[in-house]
Structures are given as C-alpha cells and as structure tokens.
C-alpha cells in the first residue's frame, strides 16, 4: 500500500503541526494585498492558524501576523478571522 502524502504545516500562534486542511491560510501577494486564502492556493508568502477560537484571539491580541507576513495587517483581515 501507498503511504500518502499529508501536508503538515505549522500554526504561528501555537506552533503545532498540523494537516494544511485545518489551518486557515493568510496571504500577502507581491502587490502588498494580504487576504485569507480559503482555497490555499494563493500565490504569495503564508502564513496557517489553527481554526480554535483560542489561537484566533491570541492572533489578534498579538498582531503575529504582522512579523510573519513582514507588512502591517489591516483591522479587517483580523475582524473576519474573529468572525471564523
């Protein structure tokens, strides 16, 4: 039998390890535009929360996205992850 492939990618609030489906993905494109990837097939440097309200919060209170996507996230992308 053939082992499969899992995509494992790392939360940036956590730093646990898990499957690429059970993250959310935030993008910041070449143009500066940062969005939440749902498809996770945006082009752009990205970065994975985990989808459990605590890391969300912790996001948010942080501004981690900020250091990790290196440009200044705007309110909005952090309001719709709140909303998740």
């Known amino acids: 039998m053939k082992k499969s492939n899992i995509k494992l990618r790392k939360c940036i609030v956590c730093t646990l390890q898990k499957d ?6 935030i993008v910041r494109d070449k143009e500066g535009k940062i969005s939440i990837d749902n ?3 945006l082009n752009g440097r990205g ?15 942080t ?3 900020n250091r990790h996507l290196k440009s200044k996230v705007d309110d ?3 309001k719709e992850l709140e909303a998740m």
Request: charged share 35%; aromatic share 6%; with cysteine.
């Open 76 to 78: 909005d992308i952090y």
């Open 39 to 41: 498809s996770g097939k």
């Open 47 to 61: 970065a994975y929360i985990c989808k459990n309200k605590e890391c969300i919060q912790q996001a948010i209170e």
């Open 63 to 65: 501004k981690v996205l």
């Open 20 to 25: 690429k489906d059970d993250l959310i993905r």
